[in-house]
T-cell receptor, first 113, second 113 residues
Framework: SQKIEQNSEALNIQEGKTATLTCNYT??????LQWYRQDPGRGPVFLLLIRENEKEKRKERLKVTFDTTLKQSLFHITASQPADSATYLC????????????FGTGTRLKVLA | KAGVTQTPRYLIKTRGQQVTLSCSPI?????VSWYQQTPGQGLQFLFE?????QRNKGNFPGRFSGRQFSNSRSEMNVSTLELGDSALYLC???WGTGEDTQYFGPGTRLTVL
């Protein structure tokens, strides 16, 4: 069956360290994968998109990798700050062009000062 | 530019009732997607409308329905409410073409008693 899994429900790290979040999927062939941030009581906010033919994408302190062989995406936040504390969701289109998005259950990141 | 708005923000209903939620997308966006978010299941795709037509549908019972108007505003209806329908209902708008960023509204918190 088709599944998306994010490595852990919660992750605590010290301020200044790099946070690494994992998104694994099975039985999909997404054309691209997206990462979102969600704060309590709010809707998700788009962060980054990476296409299947891209290995890595960066935006400021954020970096995403996409390995279609391993069926895995890694999301890194470097020099993490307490303000980065939130839930991070990965999302992919189930089949290219269907506009039907599937979200992972999210990883709750807490950056400790 | 104004963001995605959802009304009402909070709603309390009793079992067996029906409810209608409203979503106004970002101006110019033609696609509206609806999601149900619960602590146990995460963010689950309900359906997507594009230019007044349902283009995609998730795995929810027929009690969940929606529609989109010519101005791209969308409504979602849930009939014969069950306790398990208590959730945060999010809508997201996008251009509806290709690898879109989805812009989420703040959600409607529905509680079924």
């Amino acid at each position: 069956s088709q599944k998306i899994e994010q490595n852990s429900e919660a992750l605590n790290i010290q301020e200044g360290k790099t946070a690494t979040l994992t998104c694994n999927y099975t039985n999909y062939s997404p054309a691209y994968l997206q990462w979102y941030r969600q704060d309590p009581g709010r809707g998700p906010v788009f962060l980054l998109l990476i296409r299947e033919n891209e290995k890595e994408k960066r935006k400021e302190r954020l970096k995403v990798t996409f390995d279609t062989t391993l069926k895995q995406s890694l999301f890194h936040i470097t020099a993490s700050q307490p303000a980065d504390s939130a839930t991070y969701l990965c999302a992919l289109d189930t089949t290219s062009g269907t506009y039907k998005y599937i979200f992972g259950t999210g990883t709750r990141l807490k950056v400790l000062a | 530019k104004a963001g995605v708005t959802q009304t009402p923000r909070y709603l309390i209903k009793t079992r067996g009732q029906q409810v209608t939620l409203s979503c106004s997308p970002i101006s110019g966006h033609r696609s509206v997607s609806w999601y149900q978010q619960t602590p146990g299941q995460g963010l689950q795709f309900l359906f997507e409308y594009f230019s007044e037509t349902q283009r995609n549908k998730g795995n929810f019972p027929g009690r969940f329905s929606g529609r989109q108007f010519s101005n791209s505003r969308s409504e979602m209806n849930v009939s014969t409410l069950e306790l398990g329908d208590s959730a945060l209902y999010l809508c997201a708008s996008s251009w509806g073409t290709g690898e879109d960023t989805q812009y989420f509204g703040p959600g409607t918190r529905l509680t079924v008693l």
